[in-house]
């Protein structure tokens, strides 16, 4: 059953964090309901809809930022009071707008996450969750890595409160009291978390979850375990979910689940006969969807997806029809009633530009003054620097309150700049002067279309080389004005978290030993290695694992006081480790007592890893170099069905052949490189220096055959 919505745009409030749209429960089964929003600027707005206009119920003054609100009340009783968390303060507000609370947690760090649940608060800042009851603390518990969201089952189903917060290391911890139960392994950094059905389902126990790469399941929580019930992959690359809301918005009496994402995409996803998750409708909005729920807002009787971007647009995407099919009376009624609304809009439109001259004038004037002091205008910036797993890039995401003039990208590494489909920004590459000692290795300028306000770039670091990834943006405002953000290339960049790694592989390892402390180490890796928490973990030891996103490699790190072990089946990720590990500690005036154990298979075995790639690339590259002449003869002979099959089929695929090519510059450069990095590395292990014959090694390649290169690094 497919579904066709109609958009409608309510009301812009200010710049919204995630999770900061909330409808009141209807006071009739198909009646209108309210909305409550919070933004940036510490407002609390709250509207309903009267002849097609928003009007407003109540709206609080200024104050701090708001980053989360929830709706709470009695438990069996309608969720219709609001709460709003602003610093480490939670404040509650009735349905017309009168503040009933305010509670101050205490916390060194602002609050980021919330749930109410009758008298229970639940509350998270970076690493801390919270758990008060009638505003007394009750239970505690510190994090191994970032809390993004939180969700409680629903104690009156349960009989009992179990608290489940989303963590950035890929994990969904299920807490008791302020114990640890169990943690879940979810295939991505979960971002968000919602109750399926909004009550957990039947029984209570299943919710929903989105990470941060676009993932999206279904997990049921019991009280020693858990069953992943099912799993969506991100196979389109679309951006990741910021938002989930589940409601019956086709009308088939099964509830829909709603998903907003990072990128604007709204989606709605149906159940199948075999109570499958399938996606029945999809709308794309202009910049990033931070609240999604079902209802009923604009008109009575019409269902609803509403959401609600970055910027503080409250849109509606409603089954209303736009040009309802009705008699002659209702025409002239309809025309009336659309007449009346463009004069209004009309009327608004010309006031509007009234005030805005009369702010140039007053501007152009007090410009003119000798004591006249420009003021910087202030602006919001959301920005994502984020490790794709799928091509090994790097995704920068940049999304402005105001329309984006341009940007400015700089490095001081060398880094690969990706093509981006969504990406209709005119780029100007600049040339650079990499020879300097603080040079530059890129820099480019993105000129952005009017109304531009969200820009997304994909570049890719080479492992080894580190150092900062700098962007410079400049808004369409006056007087000019231009934001720094600056984002880190670490020394195993393409590295990512995982959950295990195989331990039949063949492994090097790296020891160090010496007097530093367990938050030193710690500080070290994390300059080294992307998905480090910031805080030093608890306990006295710790054992991370991670994947190398490109080649597929593994590392295992185990650290504590005094003492590091790494093993990688990668000499080269073991090479960069010891040679930025001790400089580390050398800045420190660290003394290391550094020993490794080399496996000569582990040299074989990274080879036949790279292979496949390689051999795609070189089979690429060979195709390439055909399509001009095969289309030559194509035209001469004036139909291709001369050709040999495999020719044939070149000529067919050409576009496609061209588009991969063009979206992987250098990439048979990298994988020379890190050829040519792995036999460096193998010997400089040996105390050999074989730079003389890299001129060789590229000669192998050149001719590449595996068995030949594999004898080459033996031999050599």
Known sequence: ???????????????????????????????????AVADHDGVITCFGMKKGEAVPVFKTLPGQKITR????????????????????????????????????????????????????????????????????????????????????????????????????DRVLRVLQGSELVYDIEVPGPPSVLELYNRDGGTNGEDILYGTVDGKLGLIRITDSSSSSKWEIDNEKKKGGVLCIDTYDILGDGVKDILVGRDDGTVEVYG?????EPTLRFEHVLLESVTSIQGGCVGKESYDEVLTATYTGWVTGLTTEPQQAEAGPGDEVKMSRETQSKVAALRAELDQLQMKVVQGREKYQQTAQSSTAVSAMPVFSINDKFTLCQDDASYSLTLEVQTAIDNLLLQSDVPIDLLDVDKNSAVVSFSECDSEQPKGNFLLVTYRCQANTTRLELKVRSIEGQYGTLQAYITPRLQPKTCQVRQYLIKPLSLHQRTHTIEQDRPMNTLSLVGQFSFAEIHSWVLFCLPEVPEKTPAGENITFYFQNTFLGTQLEATYCKGEGHFKSDNISTISILKDVLSKEATKRKNNLDIS????DDSVGHTLKMIHPKLEYQLLLAKKVQLIDALKELQVHEGNADFLIPEYRNILDESAYLLEEYKKQPAHLERLYGMITDLFIDKFKFKGQNVKTKVSLLLEVLDNYDLDSLMNFFNEA
Do not use: W
């Open 1 to 35: 059953m497919e579904i066709n919505l109609n958009r409608i745009d309510y009301l812009q409030v200010g710049v919204i964090s995630q999770k900061t749209m909330r409808l009141l429960p209807a006071l009739g089964r198909k009646a209108t309901q309210k909305v």
């Open 69 to 168: 609100l929830d709706l709470g009340g009695a438990l069996g009783t309608p969720q219709e009071k609001i709460f709003v968390c602003a610093g480490s303060e939670v404040k509650g507000y009735t349905k017309k707008g009168k503040q009933f609370l305010s509670f101050e947690a205490n916390l060194t760090e602002s609050i980021n996450a919330m749930h109410v649940s009758g008298a229970d608060l639940f509350v998270c800042a970076s690493y801390i969750y919270n758990h008060y009851c009638d505003c007394k603390d009750q239970d505690y518990y510190l994090s191994g890595d970032k809390i993004n969201d939180i969700v409680c089952l629903p104690a009156e189903n349960l009989g009992r409160i179990v608290p489940v917060l989303a963590c950035q």
């Open 271 to 275: 159940f199948d006969s075999s109570n």
């Open 596 to 599: 490794y154990d080399i496996n």
